[in-house]
């Protein structure tokens, strides 16, 4: 008909009634007809025409993975965890169904400790899986090993793993430098940052050197991301960099250096903050005496003490608490003549600055992981009649504990408060949860039916209780699961939720101990359901 392509997109944009093609005749229907006649010529002719491309260049094959495989029943679970991860049942806020969703980041965690590779097959929704949440990308990036890494080349929306800073998925080490320094040099910034951490865990020294050699071109907020990842592996030896760091032009790298030069007790900074802390701070005859900075002077500025406080807060209250936070808790035995942390603490404070004292050394036993003035912080775990009156931040103390102290403080108070103030407390618990901790959590969860609460006033606990709870405790709940008689005073229908909340954490456990049988080898045959 001597229509163009282009004529023919035009009238069906437009409409046969607006802009009728040359040549068709009849009324707007036919038009429509004679229209769509003409594009499927028109789509033909274009096909044929067209040139067939260059063939591209075959990817190299997978490389192997030596790892052994899965057992065929975790391999068929895996495949489920993996299909339910958005369903219904994962998103399930009630009801007795165990949660699938919360299930897959625990059995990846323990795969990734009985060191199985991934089938091939489940690896394209492994990596979608580890693309839509990223708390799974660490497990999931280690069971799909090399083959996932070669498998995110070939598709955009898994780049990510690319540059995750996985190092099983086979990453550069300090053993091919060459590869290293280039990645460093070309890379993007999230695969450098990768790079960074992977090295620091392999080799800190190596890591430093290579973020020396481009660190003055590097843009200001580059370099505070740079800085903080010298968190992993940080020595004395970072101690000189570091230092050079205190004159940067970046107020933020600064403050970030100074940062990490107070969690060095031996480090010159941590010296001069020590010099300072002490001349404010002394032992008298009635308790411990407090004179705070009258002034915040360019060397204490430089050694990232921020001059102006926050609103609400006094000035010399502020430098004080910078002062003492920054300095090594080491330096105060000596200052009170021998004492202990315990005995330090115990002192009276004179003129109200306990809880500006008391909460700087709490900040500082955290940042220098010093199990014995934060054993001294935090105290015996307060009666039930006593308030709970801890100064700062008590699960960052308890994270400075040996594990099994930890729980056993954790424990003591749950069985003395309960758990409405004990959630970031039971999340720095070693998992699974000791028994004397479970148990704690059991009791008082059965405690809050007997008074009629509700069980979503505690779903923060459930869920850590689903992933945490010891799997051997699905016995104890499981007498809990039966619905018990109303409270004269509590919430209605109050019971028969707490009964599908308790069948629902005994069946998480119990499927908890069948998937870990499973990766073991040791588990007997699946239903149809999955069930085992």
Aim: net charge neutral.
């Amino acid at each position: 008909m001597g229509n163009s392509w282009d004529d023919l997109v035009g009238s069906a944009l437009l409409g046969t009634e607006r802009r009728r093609p040359k040549g068709m005749v009849g009324d707007a229907e036919e038009a429509a007809i004679g229209l769509l006649d003409a594009a499927a010529g028109g789509v033909v002719r274009r096909r044929a025409g067209i040139r067939p491309g260059s063939a591209g260049e075959r990817p190299a094959p997978a490389p192997a993975d030596r790892r052994p495989a899965l057992p065929v029943a975790a391999r068929r679970r895996l495949g489920m965890l993996l299909a339910d991860r958005t369903g219904d049942g994962a998103r399930s806020g009630r009801g007795a169904v165990p949660n699938l969703a919360e299930l897959l980041p625990q059995w990846l965690a323990a795969a990734r400790r009985e060191g199985y590779a991934a089938p091939p097959e489940s690896l394209p929704a492994l990596l979608d899986a580890a693309r839509a949440r990223t708390d799974l990308r660490a497990d999931a990036l280690t069971l799909a090993g090399p083959r996932g890494l070669w498998l995110a080349k070939l598709n955009p929306d898994w780049r990510f793993a690319l540059r995750a800073g996985h190092a099983g998925a086979g990453a550069a080490t300090p053993q091919d430098p060459e590869q290293a320094r280039r990645l460093w040099e070309e890379g993007l910034f999230a695969e450098r940052i990768a790079l960074l951490t992977r090295l620091r865990l392999a080799d800190p020294a190596y890591a430093l050197a290579l973020l020396g050699s481009t660190w003055r071109g590097e843009r200001a907020e580059d370099r505070l991301m740079f800085l903080d990842s010298l968190r992993t592996g940080l020595s004395a030896a970072d101690e000189p960099f570091l230092e050079e760091a205190l004159s940067d032009r970046s107020r933020n790298v600064r403050s970030t250096a100074a940062e990490l030069l107070s969690a060095l007790p031996g480090s010159a900074l941590a010296g001069r903050m020590a010099a300072r802390a002490r001349s404010c701070v002394s032992l008298g005859a009635d308790g411990i005496s407090v004179e705070a900075p009258y002034e915040c002077d360019a060397a204490m500025e430089r050694d990232g003490v921020a001059a102006k406080p926050p609103s609400g807060r006094g000035e010399r209250a502020w430098w004080l608490s910078q002062l003492v936070d920054a300095a090594p808790l080491s330096a105060w035995p000596e200052r009170f003549g021998g004492r202990t942390p315990e005995q330090i603490v115990a002192l009276p404070v004179l003129d109200d600055w306990q809880p500006d004292l008391h909460a700087a050394w709490c900040r500082a036993a955290v940042r220098q992981r010093d199990a014995a003035w934060a054993r001294a912080l935090l105290g015996p775990p307060p009666t039930p009649t006593a308030p709970v009156t801890a100064i700062g931040d008590p699960a960052k103390l308890l994270s400075s504990l040996p594990a099994e102290e930890r729980a056993h403080w954790v424990a003591e108070f749950i069985a003395a408060h309960g758990l409405s103030e004990a959630f970031q407390m039971l999340g720095v618990c070693a998992v699974p949860w000791s028994p004397g901790l479970g148990r704690a959590v059991v009791e008082a969860l059965d405690l809050a039916r007997d008074v009629g609460s509700y069980p979503w006033s505690f779903s923060g606990v459930m869920g850590l209780a689903e992933r945490c709870l010891d799997p051997l405790a699905a016995e104890q709940l499981a007498m809990l699961s039966a619905a018990a008689a109303e409270p004269p005073d509590g919430s209605p229908n109050a019971t028969t939720y707490w009964a599908e909340a308790f069948q629902r954490l005994t069946g998480t456990l119990r499927l908890r101990a069948v998937m870990l049988a499973e990766l073991r080898g040791t588990a007997g045959p699946l239903t149809a359901d999955g069930a085992p």
